[in-house]
């Protein structure tokens, strides 16, 4: 890359991989890298340790599929959580969106949405483990909070289809979110009306 010529080889190499990460441009990147610079060591030193920790420590709940920490995140082990109320949601990410308002349920995560033209279906999604969790039978409700992306409507219809033989109450979040809105980008205000205001659907017809 010839903007980093004449940049010492470690500050050139610590915007290359900075530069690689989302949102980041090369601008962004060196500002970084040179912020990192004129700080105290031990910062840098606790960042790195941090970088580090994330790898460790954060992993999946393997029961919601959100961010964990142990083998079951902090919403799936607080008993003061209505764990029947199940709000479906594509990305580890909307569970923190969600958690900054009041819901007081619980989540389970897919990990992306249907989609075909990116060869994305069931099976590359956890619905095993929502089967599971549904045919256990303590679940009552499921709200929809997939992304209002084309791709999005379709994955919370097939999942309204998918469990339509059993007795769940299914509700979709309001359309407080904006069409082709991921969850990522709404505030805390938007977030909790569009949970608050879900519209309840029609039993839908199973998939037979
Ligand atoms: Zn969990």
Same mark, same amino acid.
């Given at each position: 890359?010839?903007?980093?010529?004449?940049?010492p080889?470690?500050? %050139?190499?610590? &915007?290359?991989?900075?530069s690689a990460?989302?949102?980041?441009g090369? $601008?962004t990147?060196?500002?970084?890298?040179?912020?990192m610079?004129?700080?105290q060591?031990?910062?840098?030193?606790s960042?790195a340790?941090?970088?580090q920790?994330?790898?460790q420590?954060?992993?999946?709940?393997?029961?919601?599929?959100?961010f964990?920490?142990?083998v079951h995140?902090? &919403?799936?082990?607080?008993v $003061?959580?209505?764990q029947?109320? +199940?709000?479906?949601v594509?990305?580890p990410?909307?569970?923190?969106?969600?958690e900054?308002?009041h819901?007081?349920?619980?989540?389970?995560?897919?990990?992306?949405?249907?989609s075909?033209?990116?060869? &994305?279906?069931?099976e590359e999604?956890?619905?095993k483990?929502l089967?599971?969790?549904?045919?256990?039978?303590d679940i009552?409700?499921?709200?929809?909070a997939t992304s %209002?992306?084309v791709?999005?409507?379709a994955?919370?219809?097939f999942i %309204?289809?998918?469990?339509?033989?059993h007795?769940l109450q299914?509700?979709r979040? %309001?359309?407080?979110?904006?069409e082709?809105?991921?969850?990522?980008?709404?505030?805390?205000y938007?977030?909790?009306r569009?949970?608050?205001?879900? +519209?309840?659907?029609?039993r839908?017809?199973?998939?037979?």
């Amino acid at each position: 890359m010839h903007h980093l010529a004449g940049m010492p080889e470690p500050l %050139a190499r610590l &915007v290359e991989q900075l530069s690689a990460y989302q949102g980041v441009g090369p $601008k962004t990147a060196m500002r970084l890298a040179l912020n990192m610079l004129e700080q105290q060591e031990s910062e840098v030193q606790s960042l790195a340790a941090s970088l580090q920790e994330l790898h460790q420590q954060v992993h999946f709940c393997q029961r919601c599929g959100g961010f964990a920490t142990d083998v079951h995140c902090n &919403v799936c082990d607080n008993v $003061k959580r209505q764990q029947a109320v +199940v709000c479906i949601v594509e990305q580890p990410v909307d569970v923190l969106m969600l958690e900054r308002g009041h819901f007081q349920g619980s989540y389970h995560v897919l990990h992306g949405r249907l989609s075909p033209v990116d060869g &994305v279906g069931p099976e590359e999604l956890r619905f095993k483990a929502l089967d599971k969790r549904i045919a256990v039978g303590d679940i009552k409700e499921l709200i929809l909070a997939t992304s %209002a992306t084309v791709d999005g409507e379709a994955t919370a219809h097939f999942i %309204a289809r998918r469990y339509a033989h059993h007795e769940l109450q299914v509700s979709r979040i %309001a359309r407080g979110v904006p069409e082709g809105g991921e969850l990522e980008y709404l505030d805390e205000y938007t977030l909790s009306r569009a949970l608050e205001q879900r +519209v309840m659907w029609e039993r839908a017809s199973p998939i037979v």
